[in-house]
């Protein structure tokens, strides 16, 4: 039980520095975009090229989505860099709970407790849902098109619980104030879970 709490802590670690190099690199060729497009070199240049090969397949979707909304494009790897840190940061804190259910998981198994197992898993599964909901308002201030995959799964898999909320709640002028509801009523679910099923315990990962 120990070995696999330590398999699933190095996972996640490895998980984290991956991440990180991730957006490192997506940030890195941003700022050669924001330098080639300053610089304003010939355009047919090793450099030029070279820059706008590795950074296009980001910028592109971006670019349309800014001026849909009427923004100047050239702000698109400002853009990007701010969607990448972002999406690090969710992606991050998925594995953070995956991870934390898993390692619940296996001590409630080696102890035979199926109550508690069956708590973790509920609690990592409300935890997963409050994240694809505030993925999904960010990604809605960011512009990004309901087009995209990713975009559109967040609105699939969040919709079946926003949408009551939505006729229920006016929304405060021009925002819909519905996620706040959902926010509440999925922290007083976990709690609940918390304090019932795992009666406050806390997870083998600290």
Same mark, same amino acid.
């Given at each position: 039980m120990v070995r696999t709490i330590q398999i699933i802590e190095r996972s996640l670690l490895f998980l984290s520095w991956a991440v990180i190099a991730v957006i490192v690199v997506v940030i890195a060729i941003m700022v050669l975009r924001l330098i080639a497009n300053a610089a304003d070199p010939n355009p047919f240049n090793w450099f030029s090229r070279t820059t706008r090969r590795l950074s296009d397949p980001f910028i592109m979707p971006v670019r349309r989505g800014l001026m849909r909304a009427g923004v100047d494009p050239?702000?698109?790897?400002?853009?990007? #860099?701010? =969607?990448?840190?972002? &999406?690090?940061?969710?992606?991050?804190?998925?594995? !953070?709970? =995956?991870g934390r259910t898993l390692?619940?998981?296996?001590?409630?198994?080696?102890?035979?407790?199926a109550i508690s197992a069956l708590g973790y898993i509920l609690v990592g599964a409300v935890? =997963?849902?409050? @994240?694809? #909901?505030f993925m999904r308002i960010?990604?809605?201030?960011?512009m990004v098109s309901h087009s995209?995959?990713?975009?559109?799964?967040l609105v699939n898999s969040t919709?079946?619980?926003? /949408?009551? @909320?939505?006729?229920?709640?006016?929304?405060l002028g021009m925002? !819909? #104030?519905?996620?706040i509801f959902a926010f509440i009523i &999925?922290?007083? @679910?976990? /709690? /609940? =879970?918390?304090?019932?099923l795992l009666r406050g315990g806390a997870s083998p990962l600290g």
């Open positions: 050239k702000f698109s790897p400002l853009v990007v #860099i701010l =969607i990448t840190v972002l &999406l690090g940061w969710f992606f991050m804190q998925l594995s !953070d709970e =995956i390692a619940g998981l296996v001590v409630s198994i080696g102890r035979a407790n935890s =997963i849902y409050t @994240l694809l #909901i960010v990604f809605s201030w960011g995209n995959r990713l975009m559109r799964f919709e079946p619980l926003l /949408a009551p @909320l939505r006729r229920m709640i006016p929304p925002m !819909d #104030i519905s996620p &999925l922290w007083l @679910l976990k /709690a /609940a =879970i918390s304090g019932t």
